[in-house]
């Protein structure tokens, strides 16, 4: 059996930081107000409310993926030529993001395009999620390419019980009849993956403090 060609984790890293750092800059620049608001600013920067959900939802969740893709990656000492592949996909997803958060803020309160982007929105979150799952479970499962640090079954347990595909998908059903409660879903989605970030990095650890 050929033994695996083993490649540099930094420079998988290092894209993987620039493409994260660039789409979760993008959101911002979909937020703005009428150029003739005057005196009347604060009433059109609350009307802009639903971009200002879309945007910190699409913040959150970025920003969730990278924590974990941090976590795992740091957890690593090489990657290998489908690892950086896997990686290509997450990226590939993560850089798409605001093209589903721009949908939502325009065509909230719009009916039937609003169910469309909602629910487009929610199944590109549920890909994201699918694809980190599929990265971790490679990375976990070549033993070439974990550092003494890291133990698997730990993360794998991690993965497994992380509810966001159950809640992607009771996001995007109530797109299509609830789209405003399907993107308060995804956002509280992020914020309850958010939470436990410093839990993942001690189970990371365990091995190697002990």
Known sequence: MLERELLSLGR??????????????LLVLELG??????DHLLKSILHEWPSLLAYFTSFL???????????????????????YRLNLLVLLLVS??????KLVSEY???????RVAVTFYGILLLALAVSLTVFVHYAVEHGSLVSNRLDADTVRAVQERSPSFVLYGVGICLGLVLPSLA???????????GIP?????????RRHAT
């Open 12 to 25: 998988l890293e290092a894209f993987s930081d620039g493409v994260f750092a660039i789409a979760i800059t």
């Open 183 to 193: 993107v308060v879903v995804y956002l509280a989605t992020a914020v309850y993956l």
């Open 108 to 114: 909230f309160g719009e009916r039937n395009p609003e």
């Open 61 to 83: 969740t970025i920003g969730v993926i990278w924590l974990q893709h941090a976590e795992i990656t740091s957890a690593l000492r090489a990657a290998d030529v489908t690892l």
């Open 197 to 205: 970030g410093g839990a993942v990095r001690r189970h990371l650890r």
């Open 33 to 38: 107000v009428s150029s003739n608001a005057g």
């Open 96 to 101: 798409f993001i605001p093209f589903p958060t």
